[in-house]
């Protein structure tokens, strides 16, 4: 699984021209699923973004997590996160795990930030989402989980 995590002011999801996911402060997290990967690593996932500290405390230092700020996450599902351009000029998306696989995962990682007191909410699992933002920061992390860990 990769993920790229925006800390943002703000982040919605609008789909045939309605808003059907937005946050205010928090993070936007984009995720891709690949094939191999599991609940367990949605939860691991989860259970680190929760506990980040890329919140500014009072002395500018990123020391608060999304509880300490009382943020909100916005998932989104993003299969290009897993193009490979390698070779050619299209990238491949061989290595993304088909919707049987990655939407339960990506409803695993809400459930996951859910269960954890995060206020939550998602992007529409393979539909044209138009995703606006302002990054705040700005702050922007990669994460990659394999196995259950985040590496």
């Keep these: 699984m990769k993920t790229v995590l925006q800390r943002v002011t703000r982040a919605d999801v609008t789909v045939d021209g309605t808003v059907v996911a937005a946050i ?3 993070i936007c997290l984009l995720v891709g699923v690949e094939e191999a990967d599991s609940f367990e690593d949605a939860r691991a996932l989860a ?3 929760a506990g980040l500290r890329v919140f500014a405390d009072d002395a500018g230092k990123m020391n ?4 300490d700020v009382e943020g909100s996450i916005l998932v989104i599902s993003q299969f290009t996160l897993l193009g490979d351009v390698r070779r050619g000029r299209r990238p491949s ?3 993304a795990g088909s919707p049987d696989i990655a939407a339960p995962i ?5 459930a996951a930030f859910r269960d954890l007191g995060v206020e939550t909410d998602q ?7 138009k995703v606006s933002l302002v990054n705040d920061g700005p702050v922007t992390l990669w994460l990659t989980v394999r196995d259950g860990k985040v590496l």
């Design 106 to 110: 990506i409803n695993e990682i809400v």
């Design 123 to 129: 992007g529409v699992f393979g539909a044209h989402m």
């Design 24 to 26: 205010g402060t928090g």
């Design 64 to 67: 608060r997590s999304l509880d």
């Design 93 to 95: 998306f061989s290595a």
């Design 47 to 49: 259970s680190k973004v």
